[in-house]
């Protein structure tokens, strides 16, 4: 079984059951929401114990639960530019916005970037008159560049500068 092969599997099963992303997530716990999801859609692992998890809630072998644990190829699936209205419109945000993030990012901290892998993210919907809206929050360590063979007093990482 390839890990696309078991995302339409846990999909089917989601269906079939009638269960929200919020009904599995309670039941498998652990880690953030986003961070389930993504695991079950195949773009992140899940660490053991919630593999177990997802293994006996949708009924998995041993071996597809093995499949969960297991460090995927992210990214696949998605075309660049991604083609879903959605995730286009994030890929939009990166692109119209994504300049001036760089710039006031650096102009803060320094040069080096906000991690994707030390990060949190929290999404929440704010109800609204106009209707709702969605709130994405998210928290990256700045991780400075490394000046690699610094000499003469030069910095060695990216940190702003006094």
Known sequence: ????????????????????????????????????????????????????KAADLFGLSI?????????????????MPPTDPLIYRFYELVMVNGPAWKALIEEEYGDGIMSAIDFDMQMERLPNPKGDRVKITMSGKFLPYKYYGATQGTPELGYKED
């Open 1 to 52: 079984m390839k890990r696309e092969e078991l995302t339409e599997k846990i999909l089917d099963i989601k269906r079939e059951k009638g269960w929200t992303w919020k009904y599995i997530c309670d039941e498998i716990g652990g880690m953030s929401e986003v961070l389930v999801v993504g695991a079950l859609l195949g773009q992140m692992k899940l660490v053991k114990p919630l593999a177990k």
């Open 63 to 79: 071996v597809e639960e093995r499949m969960l644990n297991e460090v995927p190829y992210r990214g696949q699936g998605t075309p």
